[in-house]
C-alpha cells in the first residue's frame, strides 16, 4: 500500500501496530508510531489503545505509559491495555495500584483486567483484594466465564485459600486443563502433595488433556511424595505427547527422579538432553541433598562450574541444605561466603536458615543463635531447627527461649510443645513438664499423627500413626514387620494403620 501511494487509514494502522507486536518489530513499529505523528492520527483512540499494547509487548513500559499519559480520553481498552502490560512482565502492584486507579474513575473492568487483576493478586498473596474482587465478579454475573473462573482458582490456590478454590473449581461450566492444573499447582504450592495427585487422577479419570504445566507441577508432587512408579509413568506420558525437548519440564523430571533416589534415571535425562542451565544442576543437587548424599551434591557443584555456568541463588540454597544433611560445617560457611564474595549473591532469609540449622545440627547453638538473629522476623520453621537441637544436645535455657518465641508466633502447633517438655523431662523436671503440656491443652494445640510412605510393587502406601489397628492388608504388615526385625528394628505397629491410593 505504501510502495503504491495508498493512505493509510485507521484500520491499516492497528492491524501494522498488531503485526509489529506479535512478530516483535521493534524498528517497524517505532517507524508506525513516527508516521502516525506526521499523518494527525495521533489523538485517535484505537490507535493510541494499539501502540499501548504494543510497547508493553516490547516490554517498553515508559514507552507505553507516556501514550497512556497523553490520552485525553481514556476507555477499558487503554487501561487494560497498560494493566496487560504491568502484568505480563511482572509488576503485580502497578497492577492492583492501575486498577484500582481505573475503578477511581468509573471505568467498568472487561474480563481480561479482571483477569490480570486476579493474576497479580495471587503472586503477591493478596488474598482480601482478590476476595473483594470476586464479590465484584459475582455481583456482574461474570463468575461463570470460563477464563475468569479459572483465573480465580489459580488466585485462590496461589493465596493459600484451598477450600475457596475448590469452591470455584467446582462452579466452573467448563473445566479445561487451565482450570485443573491451576488446582494442581495449589494443592503442590501449599505441600498437599496426596491431593495434588488425586487431582491429576481425577483429571486424567475425566479425559483432560495434561499440558507441560500441568506435567510441572505434578512431578514436584511427585517427587516429594516419593512416587517413582508415577513418575516413570508420567515420563512415558510425556515421550508420547512428544513434550520430552521441553526444557523446564526436562528439568522438572531430572528433579522429581533425583529426590526420589533415581539419579541413574536423572543423569541419563541430563546428559541426552542437548543443553543443561543452572536449574539443571540445582535439580541434581537438591536430589542428592534430599538423599543426604552431600559429597555428590558438592561434586555437580563443581562439575556444574566446570560446564562455564554461574550459580545462582536457588543453587546455593540447594548447596547449603547438602552441607545442612551432611553435617559439613566448614563447607557451608565456604559456600555462603563465596555467594556473596565471589559472585555478588546477596544472601536471602533461606540461606541463613540453612545455615541456622547446619550449626544446629553439629551442636553449635549459640553460633545458630547469631545467625538467627539477623534474621528480621525468623520463621517457625527456622526456630524450630534450633529448638529440636536443644532437645539433642541438652540445652534447656536456650531451648526454652526457641520455646517462647515459637509460642508467640503460632500457639496453636503442638509441635513446640512436645519438644519442650520432652527436654524437662530429661532433665528430670517433671513439673515443669507437665506445666508445658497445660499450656498446650489450654492452648487447644493438638498434636498431628505423622504420615510416612513406601512404594512397593508399584503401589504406595500409607502410613497414619495412632489411627487404630492395621486391618487393611494384614499380609503386608506381617511381611513388613518381618523385614524390620530382620534389619533390627522393632516397630510399634499397633498404633499404625496403613492407606492406599
Not at 541413574?264 to 534430599?290: C, E, H, R
Not at 503401589?459 to 497414619?464: G, Q, V
Request: aromatic fraction near 10%; charge should be negative.
Amino acid at each position: 500500500m505504501q510502495v503504491k501511494n495508498i493512505p493509510l487509514d485507521v484500520v491499516s494502522y492497528v492491524c501494522g501496530l498488531k503485526a509489529c507486536s506479535l512478530a516483535g518489530a521493534v524498528d517497524n513499529g517505532l517507524s508506525l508510531h513516527a508516521e502516525i505523528g506526521r499523518e494527525g492520527f495521533e489523538g485517535d483512540l484505537t490507535i493510541n489503545n494499539t501502540l499501548i499494547s504494543m510497547y508493553s509487548k516490547f516490554g517498553w513500559l515508559t514507552e507505553a505509559e507516556d501514550v497512556f499519559d497523553m490520552l485525553h480520553k481514556r476507555s477499558v481498552c487503554s487501561w487494560t491495555a497498560l494493566i496487560a502490560g504491568y502484568s505480563e512482565h511482572g509488576y503485580s502492584e502497578l497492577v492492583l495500584r492501575c486498577f484500582e486507579q481505573m475503578q477511581t474513575e468509573r471505568i467498568c473492568p472487561n474480563d481480561v483486567t479482571y483477569c490480570c487483576f486476579l493474576r497479580a493478586c495471587g503472586i503477591i498473596k493478596e488474598l482480601d483484594r482478590g476476595g473483594k474482587c470476586h464479590q465484584e465478579i459475582v455481583e456482574k454475573g461474570l463468575e461463570k466465564d470460563t477464563s475468569i473462573g479459572t483465573t480465580l482458582v489459580g488466585m485462590y490456590s496461589k493465596c493459600g485459600s484451598l477450600s475457596q478454590a475448590q469452591g470455584v473449581f467446582r462452579m466452573l461450566s467448563v473445566q479445561d486443563v487451565t482450570a485443573w492444573t491451576a488446582m494442581i499447582a495449589g494443592y503442590t504450592e501449599q505441600n498437599f502433595h496426596h491431593e495434588a495427585l488425586h487431582c491429576f487422577n481425577q483429571m486424567q479419570h475425566k479425559c483432560a488433556c495434561s499440558n507441560t504445566v500441568t506435567y510441572i507441577c505434578v512431578l514436584k508432587a511427585c517427587g516429594s511424595l516419593g512416587v517413582l512408579v508415577k513418575i516413570t509413568d508420567i515420563h512415558k506420558e510425556v515421550v508420547l505427547k512428544g513434550f520430552e525437548s521441553d526444557f523446564t519440564l526436562n528439568n522438572s523430571l531430572i528433579g522429581a527422579y533425583a529426590k526420589c533416589g533415581s539419579f541413574q534415571d536423572a543423569w541419563s535425562l541430563l546428559n541426552n538432553f542437548p543443553a543443561q542451565d543452572v536449574v539443571t544442576w540445582s535439580a541434581m543437587i537438591k536430589g542428592y541433598a534430599v538423599n543426604q548424599e552431600s559429597d555428590m551434591a558438592i561434586e555437580c557443584f563443581h562439575r556444574m562450574l566446570n560446564e562455564g555456568l554461574k550459580p545462582d541463588a536457588v543453587l546455593f540454597l540447594c548447596l547449603l541444605t547438602a552441607c545442612g544433611h551432611g553435617s559439613m560445617v566448614l563447607q557451608g560457611q565456604d559456600f555462603f561466603n563465596m555467594m556473596g564474595c565471589v559472585h555478588n549473591i546477596q544472601p536471602a532469609p533461606e540461606h541463613l536458615n540453612c545455615m541456622v540449622y547446619l550449626f544446629a545440627r553439629v551442636g553449635l547453638l549459640y553460633e545458630a543463635l547469631t545467625v538467627l538473629e539477623m534474621l528480621s522476623p525468623a520463621s517457625e520453621g527456622t526456630w524450630l531447627s534450633l529448638l529440636s537441637a536443644c532437645k539433642i544436645y541438652g540445652e534447656q535455657e536456650l531451648g526454652l527461649r526457641c520455646f517462647q518465641q515459637l509460642v508467640e508466633l503460632n500457639p496453636r502447633d503442638a509441635t513446640w510443645y512436645v519438644i519442650m517438655s520432652d527436654i524437662y523431662m530429661s532433665d528430670g523436671k517433671l513439673d515443669d513438664a507437665l506445666g508445658v503440656e497445660r499450656m498446650r491443652l489450654d492452648a487447644r494445640a493438638e498434636k498431628k499423627p505423622a504420615i510416612s510412605t513406601i512404594e512397593l510393587n508399584h503401589k504406595t502406601y500409607e502410613f497414619l500413626v495412632g489411627s487404630g489397628q492395621y486391618t487393611e492388608s494384614p499380609v503386608f504388615s506381617r511381611n513388613l514387620w518381618r523385614k524390620m526385625q530382620i534389619n533390627g528394628h522393632i516397630p510399634d505397629l499397633d498404633t499404625c494403620r496403613i492407606y492406599y491410593f
